[in-house]
């Protein structure tokens, strides 16, 4: 794969979408389990599908091993040492759910400088969108320790070195169906950062009920909408357009980065929520509207969770368009079968009225 080549529209039918940043790289592939484990290599088969079929401008910018000094700003030193210990290493697991193979801690500094490198190309332009299909996945991992199926906190970690550059105000959307409680742990008690999360809830990882509101300094830009389990389109659109939007327009972001989880589907294997395609679409297009207006349309698509290959092609393809298409995108008001309870929403708006303008 080559650094970067001139910007092309794919293969896709229809309109070419607006150019687009790309981070992928094959050395990603390595980090494999040693049995069938749902974090696996044929999720980025299908993100890569998904990509490759759009009628899309992209510019793939080349991954690159993110530094101790880059991956330091969010996790403890100690953790970065052991964890190279292990690379190269026979597979093995850090917890129940966590493996590494040999390849597994290049790929995951791959992710997080990836990632990085992305970053730093929207922050020069021209090109102010991107789409990072890393793995392994970042969000649950701690400061400490991994956690989740993930080693490094690719978003944090990129999050952490805009700042560095001088970005005042980063917005981090997590929509992934697991709660980011490795994303929210590492900005608890920063202002700069505001971490927003829709989740099923109670799940996997246990955090992220709505009177997490961050601490200190950060009080308030910590904003968790937990779900109960079932909730689809129209649960999701309340939950954006009622709590996480208005925050996110108050805040006004000079970079977006989104925890891009397609587990929220109907598909999904490992929960319970009802998500289209479209109402992924519906939330990137929602996200972009936020950064096309206050961050000179900056922002990052990163994928986290999604373990439904038809499900995570099909979800990742309409967010990839909604981010990219500035077309308003319509959303049905709800589908047969869905649990729509909007008392989540109410709690939620409720504690983030103690600290926004906003309801």
Not at 172 to 197: A, C, I, R, Y
Not at 314 to 338: F, I, K, N, S, V
Request: hydrophobic share 45%; with cysteine.
């Amino acid at each position: 794969m080559p650094p970067e080549s001139e910007p092309r529209p794919s293969t896709g039918a229809g309109r070419t979408l607006a150019a687009s940043l790309l981070v992928d790289d094959p050395r990603f592939d390595a980090h494999a389990p040693p049995a069938y484990h749902p974090e696996r290599p044929e999720r980025l088969v299908a993100a890569r599908a998904a990509v490759r079929k759009l009628p899309l401008a992209w510019t793939e910018v080349l991954a690159r091993e993110a530094t101790d000094d880059e991956i330091g700003r969010v996790h403890d030193a100690r953790y970065v040492e052991a964890l190279g210990k292990l690379r190269g290493q026979p597979a093995s697991h850090i917890d129940p759910d966590t493996y590494v193979a040999p390849g597994s801690v290049e790929a995951a500094r791959l992710a997080a400088g990836g990632l990085i490198a992305m970053v730093d190309a929207i922050l020069d332009g021209p090109i102010a969108k991107g789409v990072a299909l890393l793995r392994p996945p970042g969000h649950h991992a701690r400061p400490r320790r991994a956690m989740g199926f993930c080693l490094l906190n690719n978003i944090a970690i990129a999050a952490a070195h805009a700042r560095a550059r001088g970005v005042s105000r980063v917005l981090v959307v997590d929509w992934d169906v697991h709660h980011g409680n490795g994303t929210q742990e590492m900005f608890w008690k920063d202002p700069h950062v505001l971490f927003t999360s829709t989740h099923q809830f109670p799940f996997y990882p246990g955090t992220g009920d709505a009177d997490e509101i961050g601490e200190g300094d950060g009080r308030g830009f910590t904003v968790n909408v937990p779900l109960h389990a079932h909730g689809g389109d129209a649960t999701y659109r309340a939950a954006f357009e009622r709590v996480i939007l208005p925050v996110a327009d108050e805040f006004k972001p000079e970079l977006v980065l989104v925890s891009a989880g397609f587990d929220a589907a109907a598909r999904d294997p490992l929960a319970e929520m009802e998500v289209s395609s479209e109402g992924f679409g519906w939330m990137a297009r929602a996200v972009a509207d936020i950064a096309d207006k206050h961050a000179k349309g900056r922002m990052a698509l990163v994928l986290e969770g999604g373990y439904d290959l038809v499900a995570l092609e099909a979800g990742l393809a309409d967010a990839t368009r909604g981010m990219l298409d500035p077309t308003p995108r319509q959303l049905a008001a709800g589908r047969m079968g869905e649990v729509f309870d909007d008392d989540d929403v109410d709690r939620a708006l409720a504690e983030a009225k103690q600290s926004w303008p906003i309801g």
